[in-house]
């Protein structure tokens, strides 16, 4: 069973910044795509970004030029470098990481971001 274990949320204030890590127990070269999700409190979780295997990344349009993701092989984590915040990236971020073959689907257990005003 896959584990991952997000760290690097908090409180930060307007136009700062924030680096969130995702850990992952096994090597995530395994992995076809791992991602990153937040969910906002009464609203539906949604995509912030995604790396392939194979390093192509794609952002939703939200954080496009704010936000970058990136993988660290060696290390078996997964990044997400997020500035210039907002108050509407406040939500809980969420790990993914998804096996094609087999089809296999991984969470981890958040980690809190809060962006004051």
């Known amino acids: 069973q896959v584990q991952l274990v997000e760290s690097g949320g908090g409180l930060v204030q307007a136009g700062g910044s924030l680096r969130l890590s995702c850990a992952a127990s096994?090597?995530?070269?395994?992995?076809?795509?791992m991602g990153w999700y937040r969910q906002a409190p009464g609203k539906q979780r949604e995509l912030v970004a995604i790396?392939?295997?194979?390093?192509?990344?794609n952002y939703a349009d939200s954080v496009k030029g704010r936000f970058t993701i990136s993988r660290d092989n060696a290390k078996n984590t997964v990044y997400l470098q997020m500035n210039i915040l907002k108050p509407e990236d406040t939500a809980v971020y969420y790990c993914?990481?998804?096996?094609?073959?087999?089809?296999?689907?991984?969470w981890g257990q958040g980690t809190q971001v809060t962006v004051s005003s």
């Open positions: 993914n990481a998804i096996k094609l073959i087999p089809n296999q689907n991984y």
């Open positions: 096994g090597s995530i070269l395994s992995f076809n795509v």
């Open positions: 790396i392939t295997s194979g390093g192509n990344t």
